[in-house]
């Protein structure tokens, strides 16, 4: 072994802090998980009338053939018509990774056209439906924030002395 040498040691230490404040952060993380789903899943005002733009041909071909075939009805009835999936319900949350992660999705057919920011039709845009894009932007920050402060909180208030 080396004569001169520096040992460096505590590591230890540190981890049984972070350790510690992992449920804290696992409540955070699974606190804004729940507030993303509720803004993603409100659904704006009904807009009655106003022309239906498309974002491309192909589109406009899918929507009006989906209209002829009587899978969406006119005029569209939230949650009534027959090609209604209820968007809104659809989004879930599924915690990863000890409450640590947080996947906010959902799986209705036609929800990108309605909120994903490349595909999402004018007419949604007009009417005032966020994309998954725009309600992430928003919260990242927040998300942050709610972390730091529950490590803080935990840090603070003692769980972590004496480990």
Excluded: C
Excluded at 93 to 110: E, H, P, R, W
Excluded at 123 to 130: A, C, D, L, R, V
């Amino acid at each position: 072994m080396a004569k001169n040498r520096i040992e460096l040691k505590g590591l230890d230490r540190i981890m049984a802090k972070l350790n510690a404040v992992r449920p804290e952060v696992g409540e955070a993380v699974q606190a804004v998980a729940l507030e993303v789903k509720g803004d993603l899943a409100k659904y704006p005002r009904q807009r009655k009338g106003g022309r239906m733009q498309f974002k491309s041909g192909k589109q406009r071909t899918f929507v009006l053939a989906a209209i002829k075939s009587g899978l969406i009805e006119v005029p569209y009835r939230r949650g009534a018509s027959p090609g209604s999936e209820t968007l809104s319900k659809r989004w879930t949350i599924q915690a990863k990774d000890d409450d640590l992660t947080a996947v906010v999705g959902n799986n209705s057919s036609y929800g990108p056209f309605v909120q994903d920011e490349k595909k999402q039709l004018p007419f949604h845009e007009i009417t005032g439906w966020p994309t998954v894009q725009s309600v992430k932007k928003e919260w990242e920050p927040k998300f942050l924030d709610r972390v730091r402060k529950a490590v803080r909180g935990a840090l603070n208030h003692g769980r972590t002395h004496g480990r």
